[in-house]
């Protein structure tokens, strides 16, 4: 026979439910192992009439790249992959602006040196690139917080923004306690 094929609405020709559909991924792997593994190990039971029987075998795993796979696809947006700080690649991006202007680049230099130090995992895009593209390269992997170094610095600040709010301007000097106390004490984090 030839299987039926439904749309969400459609009415199930069993039990007359509406059909609708959703998104899934396949975390976990269901193994059928049989009795492969019980008789080479001659692992065996006693069954009701008392007669020796194999063991049915059958294991369940979850792989580390499919648990990945699963956060990525659920924590994505239009702009890239929005990784949960605890796993993402790094908690911080720094980005410079323009790397003709030396009190930037030094900025930026002595904040991933506090925040490394602090034990924060920090990315420093000092790439001779439009500020548009780092941007959407740091939105792209998914880095949680973003730091830009710019034009503010002549005022004593550099710009913040967690990936999924608004950005804000900082002090310089407060910025990495500011990101410390983020990454550190999860009730804090802005989502």
Same mark, same amino acid.
């Given at each position: ?5 439904? *749309? /969400? ?18 975390? @976990?792997? /269901? ?33 580390? @790249? ?13 702009? @890239? ?10 908690? $911080? ?22 925040? /490394?130090?602090?034990? $924060? *995992? ?6 001779? *690139? ?11 992997? @998914? ?28 002090? $310089? ?9 983020? $990454? ?8």
């Amino acid at each position: 026979t030839k299987p039926i094929l439904q *749309e /969400t609405g459609a009415f199930c020709p069993k039990c007359g439910g509406k059909i609708h559909f959703a998104h899934g991924i396949e975390v @976990g792997n /269901t193994f059928k192992l049989g009795t492969k593994y019980s008789k080479a190990m001659d692992l065996q039971y006693l069954d009701s009439n008392n007669t020796l029987q194999y063991v049915w075998m059958g294991s369940y795993g979850i792989g580390p @790249g499919r648990a990945m796979a699963a956060l990525a696809e659920q924590n994505a947006d239009e702009n @890239g992959i929005n990784w949960p700080a605890e796993i993402a690649p790094y908690q $911080v991006a720094i980005v410079i602006i323009s790397m003709k202007d030396e009190k930037q680049v030094e900025t930026a230099n002595k904040l991933y040196d506090e925040l /490394t130090a602090k034990g $924060v *995992e920090v990315i420093l895009d000092d790439r001779d *690139e439009r500020p548009g593209v780092k941007f959407k390269d740091m939105e792209l992997i @998914g880095i949680p917080y973003r730091i830009t170094v710019g034009k503010g610095i002549a005022d004593g600040n550099v710009e913040f923004k967690a990936r999924t709010s608004d950005k804000e301007d900082i002090a $310089v000097d407060a910025v990495v306690d500011h990101v410390v106390s983020i $990454v550190n004490y999860p009730d804090l984090r802005i989502r």
